[in-house]
T-cell receptor, first 114, second 118 residues
Framework: GNSVTQMEGPVTLSEEAFLTINCTYT??????LFWYVQYPGEGLQLLLK???ADDKGSNKGFEATYRKETTSFHLEKGSVQVSDSAVYFC????WGTGGFKTIFGAGTRLFVKA | DTGVSQDPRHKITKRGQNVTFRCDPI?????LYWYRQTLGQGPEFLTY????????KSRLLSDRFSAERPKGSFSTLEIQRTEQGDSAMYLC????????????????FGSGTQLSVL
């Protein structure tokens, strides 16, 4: 079946540090891959996505590259800010399906210290 | 775009009571989803509507759960005879979906209703 595995948190970094949150997936075919972010007290927001192999999604300084050969979609940011403190969810949607088939990882909490 | 709103934000109830949650999606969105999220886990799909039709239900949705979207706008999720295991965050999301291009469907989430069953 389809599944998403992401690194356990919490991840604690100092401001301006480099961020990597690992995400690997299991799926048949060619799923779409997503990163969602949940700030305290708010709903999940789509951060970035990639729909085919070697695509790079990017937004707000965050990047993730769809790697079919390693079934990975790691989230990176070169210099984190305190405002990036949130929970990050990796997700996949099997090819040709809608939102109801989206499968979410367990989430990784990020704390950024000033 | 006023976003997806959910009411109430928090609900505390005693075991055996019935509870009802409401979701107001983004006005032009035709699809509406309900998810459940427990502590330390990602959202799990419960059910979804396209307009007023309930098209898919997860096996997580026991017969104590019922969802409606009577006019294709707001939706309600009712849990009857609540159990302690129902304690979770219930999330609503909406999207503008078409059958022709599901890969670009973008979900917009509300802030959720936190249910605590004592």
């Amino acid at each position: 079946g389809n599944s998403v595995t992401q690194m356990e948190g919490p991840v604690t970094l100092s401001e301006e540090a480099f961020l990597t949150i690992n995400c690997t997936y299991t799926a048949t075919g060619y799923p779409s891959l997503f990163w969602y972010v949940q700030y305290p007290g708010e709903g999940l927001q789509l951060l970035l996505k990639a729909t085919k192999a070697d695509d790079k999604g990017s937004n707000k300084g965050f990047e993730a590259t769809y790697r079919k050969e390693t079934t990975s979609f790691h989230l990176e940011k070169g210099s984190v800010q305190v405002s990036d403190s949130a929970v990050y969810f990796c997700a996949l949607a099997p090819w040709g399906t809608g939102g109801f088939k989206t499968i979410f990882g367990a989430g990784t909490r990020l704390f950024v210290k000033a | 775009d006023t976003g997806v709103s959910q009411d109430p934000r928090h609900k505390i109830t005693k075991r055996g009571q019935n509870v009802t949650f409401r979701c107001d999606p983004i006005s032009e969105h035709n699809r509406l989803y309900w998810y459940r999220q427990t502590l330390g886990q990602g959202p799990e799909f419960l059910t979804y509507f396209q307009n007023e039709a309930q098209l898919e239900k997860s096996r997580l949705l026991s017969d104590r759960f019922s969802a409606e979207r009577p006019k294709g706008s707001f939706s309600t999720l009712e849990i009857q005879r609540t159990e302690q295991g129902d304690s979770a965050m219930y999330l609503c999301a909406s999207s503008l979906g078409t059958n022709r291009d599901t890969t670009n469907e973008k979900l917009f989430f509300g802030s959720g209703t936190q249910l605590s069953v004592l």
